[in-house]
Each structure stands twice: as C-alpha cells, then as structure tokens.
C-alpha cells in the first residue's frame, strides 16, 4: 500500500478509537484531509483509495488544483483558510464548504456570488476560541449576532463552528477551549436548528476534539508528511 493511503488508514484508525473512547457513534466523525502545500497528485492518489473530503488553505492554490483534478469529479473541497472578503468569488464558485467565515460583509458577498444552480454554500463561522490576537476568527460572544444576519441569506447554509485550538497546549486547556466550543454550537441551534457540525481537532490534538463532540477533524501532517512552510 502507498505510504499516504497508509497515513490515512492509521488517522481514520485513530478517529475510530477515539469515538469509542467517547462513546460517540462509529463513523459519526468525518475526516478532511488537508492537502494545502502537496501536490495534486497526493489528492489524485487518496482519492482513488475513497478519501472524498479535502481542505485547502490558499484560494489560488486551490483554484490550481480544482483544475487539475478534472478527472476526479467527486471531491469534496473544503476551504480552511482564512478568506478576505475581496477574494470570495473563486470560493462561492468552486467550493462546497467554507469552514472560516467571520464577518457578514463577506457571508453577504458569498451569498450573492454563490452560482443559483448550485447548492447553497455549506459555512462555518470561525471562532478565535484562545483569544489570541494573531488569530483569525470572532469572539463567542460575537457567534450569536452574526448568526442571526447569516441565517437571513438565501445561498448560505449555516452548518456550524470551527476552531483552531492552542498550539502545544495540554489536554487540560484544549478540553476547556473545545468544550467552550460544543458550548457554543448548543447556543447556535437554538437559532440555527440545522447547524450540526464542529470542525476542530487537527494532526496534534484531534483525540481531545473528538472526546469534546467534534464531527469534522482537518487533518494534514499526520497524512501528508511535514509540511515545508
Ligand atoms: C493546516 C491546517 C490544518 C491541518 O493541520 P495539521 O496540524 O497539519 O493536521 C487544519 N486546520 C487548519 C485551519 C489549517 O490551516
């Protein structure tokens, strides 16, 4: 077996034991694969193997790689990075899932950009839940306003939070920050009945996400080796 599809049989091995641990039911945790900084090729190969969801932080890189896989028409692609609200068309246009949205400036672009023969735009709203000011992301008491404005558009679909939790943190602080999130996702359903979705845990601390009720795990060196940048 390839060394990569090996990677990912080893990570979706790891979700599994770690949705038992929490009693949470096999198979409700999805896995994106995130490729940003390897080459299409990496994706073509997973793909064969079954993989369907990955994650790309860079639009142009994104848009590059859209268009080289042609052949494998049943990606999933789910757009990670932070996004400026004067570069949301190549998103509205191409991807199915947004994960960073933080503010209804670009949620209203998004929306009036998102082509009407497609499918509304799935989104996540971004919350900084260190409070680390080099993050991106908004603060939680700034989720339940900004979803209000959301839920109103008509090409957006509001499925839920996601979170890049401390670097190097112990499992006590990624516990309280993830904890805070599921917290918070209980606070948006009252608002947004369909948002079901926790986007947070990563190569480094995706066991403690999933304990804390994650259901979407972005997870790129585990699979795809050290990335060079
Ligand atoms: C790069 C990145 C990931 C994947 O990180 P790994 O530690 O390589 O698993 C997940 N989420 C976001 C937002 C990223 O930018």
Redesign the pocket.
Known sequence: MDTLEQNRQHVLQQIRLAETAAQRIAGSVQLIA?S?TFPASDIRLLYQHGQRAF?E?YIQEFQQKQYDLADCPHIEWHI??HVQSNKTRPVAEHAHWL??VSSLKTAQRLSQQRPKHLPPLQICMEINISGETAKHGIAPDEMLPLAQAIVALPHLNLRGL?C?ASANASDEILRQQFEKMADLLRDLQNIAPQADTLSMG???DMAVAIECGANMV?????I?GR?AV
């Open positions: 995130v940003k994650g932080n990670i990075g994960h960073t996601m890049v990563m190569s480094g972005r997870v790129g060196s585990a795809f990335r």
